[in-house]
């Protein structure tokens, strides 16, 4: 199988980060940014660990109008100084067409939540910009739906749209949602997006992260999106699934085991 | 079984049209407004048969980005002069809430759309406003959701607020989706919010509609949404679920039949 | 809508019941048989209520193994004095094909329930006899795989089919299943069999058993088939959907309104 | 994680097989056996890319009732012959209770299908046996109810039970089903059943085969079982998905070395 995927760039202080160039990129980081220190104390440690970008939430999506929603533009000043004294890139999830000019320069990517897949105003914003966009598949998206709400950023003119499989709604109590590597697996075959699979979100539960990152990786995603918090127990949002540092380090170690099983090496 | 629904009530030209009263709210017209003549026709044609609100879609949520996204702005202007000489209030999806201030002058209420449920950024937007909302239940949403979807609304400050069951994604291939009457008889039982149901989606199958209107209304909900156009097959979208005037004004006799049946009346 | 339906006949004691000839049939009676008493008293109050049929499981499908899995062949012999003092035929679950000889006598209808609806050595063994097959749905199954199921009793010989709905698996937790009644709308519309439909499965919870109830009725189904059981809280099994007389009679009333409205009566 | 399984051993010609146990065992064959000649091709092919155990129907369970069924009890005495040639046991459906005798002398396990994981009657009997049984998942079963239908086998008496995950039933039609590679490392974490992963039928499509079959082994299932045909296009049922000796060559290089990284090893 000739690998088809067109590899998105990220520029960033000097360095280019390729997601979907056959390595395996790994994204991680706390669900919610809690505060300066938090975030600089996150970074730090799953750089360490391997990954080659950052994830965290500012605005969060909440089911609950009255939970945690994140701490917004308020945090904007603090991420800049952080990214760039650690040395890593953002991804945040966008929720509002009207965040766009602010976010634009706090992140290095877009990330469109599940609940914001189908919101094609937002896709079409994003079109207008050169900044990437991580498309999570919403909770009972078809991939044909998918693919398509990504041709919303890309009919915009914005290219750089990587897919993001996150588990999908079904009649199985037993984990959060059900994983649907299967979709990974078409996506690879038959288009040339470059795919990311969240395990965090895609079980739920903390001792299946690591079985299904190595799948991930076996089954040919271009990286792996993971929750990671310095202290889990305490997280303000989503604190069942988030692994700490040492449950995170020895999922990477195996993760590099069976990607150089596949000729394959991890994004730095 | 007391009727606990906390009914909705909408203005119009010194008419007040109630939902969740007791009586059956029918509400009909095409997916999306082509023209003044094709929207002056079928209001003309669905009041004659009994519907007491006007339903057309004026931007368009289409999977496909290239599909037929409706007139938008360019129809505000007719619309208001139609809905005057038919005299039937005019409900229309809302996809954007930078949209807000036009379209609150060219609709008697929201729609949300199944694709925006999880949009929490326009439903707080929403919760502005004193207009009411129908909000539509997401392919895959829980009623738990739907129900704390409903609340980013009502926390903003509207509680206007009508739940619209079109249909969840199942297994299921033979209807567009599956019509989860249990949700709507749940809703009625355990909460306050009036109920419509949406056949024309939620089976896809124009000759299911009206067994699935029968349906509804026996269950107990507050109303029905029905896509009815002068000539179906020149639709310019959902040309495959439409009734015709006459299909339609079939569904409508059996539907005051059910109705008289449990002691409910037509909303007028 | 010509009725195309192929009613199914059912002699007992010198009477003829007909299920899709145009009217409701109503079946009810406990989830389990519980001891002669326990049926002899269940058969009575439904049947003064207006039941045309009595269901009471003899074998029973437990997913626990240590489940109570009914009186099994110890009950035939009180079965068939109770149906002939109360007049009512019994319609039974039917597990394995090597009880067929023995069950041939006890009942006037085989049911085959959800777990067996692939059970295809079953249903050919059924398709060797004349008696008719109440065909549930299986959890999954398509429309599509049900008619097929249904095919495998007819292509042995036996065209006494009878469809029974009794909600299908899907992602909503708040009701037990969903019931699908577009299904049943298909099934009336295209093709001929006979379709009843099962409330209590359906939504396992008894405050909603009254309004899907009605709902089947309008939509069009053939029948019901509803637990009732002297006391429900002292059920063996399914105690939690099992309905009182009284809660049982007030849904009667409703049904015959509802399909008196539509021009049907109840097969008596 | 420590290996909590509980292998599962079988003896063929006085060698000892053992699913569970940390190596990786590889069941491949014909989705039917359709003749001498036939087996013998396929079992000779799959042995020599590294198979511990053959797979073929000799009755098939088909969703249409004049599909072709498989051999039955014609195809007994060659099938015994075969195995002893070429050296490998065979596991094969059963589908009826009745069957049981024949089918004890002519394979080394017995397979539940889908269609039949609820067939308790079924069960039980196999309870009687001390041969291992695979249990294939339903097409909606939860984990727990899959786990509980295991029980009804292990309280006959039979505890050599192994489960086989071969996808679930959703919403997504690109596949033919939805594997759920969740409830595989769930089940290695929380119980002590060796786990099988079948992706011909987890995917349906011959292309996503390998990465699923991969991605089974990464996420730590005990095997595989997969179907192949010397040559694909001619099957008599299941055409579509079966794989080439070519095109499982292939697959079993990526299997081992994935296995290797994770210091397993292949069951020989």
Redesign the interface.
Known sequence: ?TNKTRPVRVEFHGKTIEIGGGAVAVIAGPCSIESREHLSETARGVKDLGTCFLRGGIYK??????SFQGLGTNAFGFIKEVKKEVGLPLVSEI????QLSDFADAVEMFQVG???M????LLKELGTTKKPVLLKR????????WI?AA??VI?GGNENVILCER?????????R??????????L??HTSFPVIVDPSH??G?P??IG??S???????ADGLIIEVHPRPREALSDAHQALSFAQFGEIMG?VK??A???GRELVK
């Open positions: 199988m999506m909440r089911t609950q109008a009255d929720t509002d067409p009207r599940s609940r914001n189908y919101n094609y105003e919403a909770f009972a998206a078809t991939v044909d739906e398509k041709d919303y009919k588990g999908i709604r079904t009649f199985e109590p037993t984990t949602n059900t994983m649907d590597l299967n979709s990974v697996a078409y690879k075959a895609g079980t539960r001792e299946l079985p299904l190595l799948a991930a990786v076996a089954v040919g195996n085991k069976v150089a099983a596949l």
